[in-house]
């Protein structure tokens, strides 16, 4: 009888305030879970800062201190200053100087080096005489994004430094270019990948978190035996999902805060937009996260399950946000997939905000998608407990 009286009670006198007074007596005993165990409590506090800092300084686009070997045919001041100039940006650290081909070889198979340079025996004089000689890169593609990289930064220092040799050969330097090309990069002028991340780093900590702790209390209060007793209680099935998920969205919220703050005064992002759009962001991406939670532990039965469950979940998400890789370089049909991940969004509407400082009128493309998102799967995590009583 419970069960079927208790959705009617929004209909009767004061059926609104007694399912307020439910829901907010649920809110309080998950709260009082949440913060009864210190530390437990500190740990959740604690463990987004330590992985902001851990993925904000490992995860970058940036090479830096190369292993590079050189085999410097030519021993001249000319051959020196290249290997002078790559040294000089940070890029490379020179760890070898070969004696013959061979030995670069043996350090590329071995791992050794990831760039070698081989500058050959008469550099310096074809290029003074005008005749430009060609500076062979090897490199190590095993990373291909890592070569890449290097290969750009390592052919533009030696094109620099022959074209500096071949100004003097040509006396009084060469003519003034009839066009000049100058780039500049908006939003990021130095181009920094932490810049760039660790917005996205963040929004992945929100929804990790989000997922653990809903579907962990939910799949603890089944293992415990006290969610049969809120199963066969007045409170309705869209009064406990609302019950498990406002609290954690306040330990969430409070960990967005803490995060961003480590963000902008550790890392030096910039932040340029408002903190009222942020927030709405926040909440809406935190929402949906815990009703995906909940959903999860619908199909877990235990603690167990639930942590092996949200790694196979997260990882695809965190794949398909664009976090890494561009959204627009992928397959159309993965692209497709994209659009129902609400992490895609979260992501984009962060980097928007810190970096560019848009607007409601920029990022409503963006929001309401989200939206559409938190409210289905909080409907749908409503249906799921709706079905359980059934």
């Known amino acids: 009888m419970s069960v079927a009286n208790g959705p009617m009670d929004a209909v009767r006198p004061g059926g609104a305030s007694r399912s307020w007074l439910r829901l907010r007596r649920l809110i309080r005993k998950e709260l009082l879970q949440l913060v009864r165990d210190r530390r437990a409590l500190t740990l959740l506090f604690l463990s987004p800062i330590l992985q902001l800092l851990l993925y904000g300084y490992a995860i970058t686009t940036e090479v830096r201190n190369l292993a590079t070997v050189v085999l410097d045919g030519d021993a001249t001041p000319a051959s020196r200053a290249i290997v002078d100039a790559l040294v000089a940006t940070r890029y490379f650290r020179v760890t070898r100087y070969a004696r013959d081909p061979a030995e670069v070889a043996r350090a590329l198979d071995r791992g050794a080096a990831t760039l070698a340079v081989d500058i050959p025996r008469g550099y310096s004089r074809s290029l ?5 000689m060609p500076v062979q890169l090897l490199l190590d593609g095993a990373n291909a994004n890592t070569a890449t990289i290097a290969e750009g930064y390592a052919t533009q220092i030696v094109q620099a430094q022959g074209a500096k040799l071949l100004a003097r050969a040509a006396g009084s330097g060469p003519a003034a270019p009839a066009m000049t090309l100058e780039a500049r990069a908006w939003y990021n002028p130095g181009l920094e990948s932490r810049v760039y991340f660790v917005p996205a780093i963040a929004a992945n900590i929100m929804l990790n978190l989000g997922l653990m702790l809903t579907a962990l209390g939910v799949v603890r209060e089944r293992e415990q035996g006290t969610m049969e007793q809120l199963l066969v209680s007045p409170i309705t099935p869209l009064e406990i999902v609302v019950g498990k998920v406002l609290p954690v969205a306040m330990v969430v919220l409070v960990n967005v805060a803490i995060v961003d703050i480590v963000g902008i005064y550790w890392f030096g992002v910039p932040f ?15 929402l949906a996260g815990l009703a995906a939670g909940i959903l999860l532990s619908a199909i877990a039965k235990t603690q167990q399950e639930v942590s092996m469950s949200v790694f196979p979940v997260l990882m695809p998400m965190m794949l398909l946000s664009g976090m890494i890789f561009p959204i627009s370089s992928m397959p159309r049909v993965i692209q497709w997939l994209t659009l129902a991940n609400p992490l895609r969004y979260q992501i984009a509407i962060l980097r928007s905000l810190f970096l560019k400082g848009a607007s409601v009128a920029d990022l409503w493309p963006l929001l309401v998608p989200m939206v559409v998102m938190a409210v289905g799967l909080m409907l749908l995590a409503a249906w799921r407990f709706n079905r359980r009583l059934a």
Request: hydrophobic share 50%; no cysteine; proline share 5%.
């Open 272 to 286: 340029r937009g408002g903190l009222i759009l942020l927030s709405v962001a926040s909440l809406t991406f935190t």
């Open 128 to 132: 003074l005489a005008g005749r430009p």
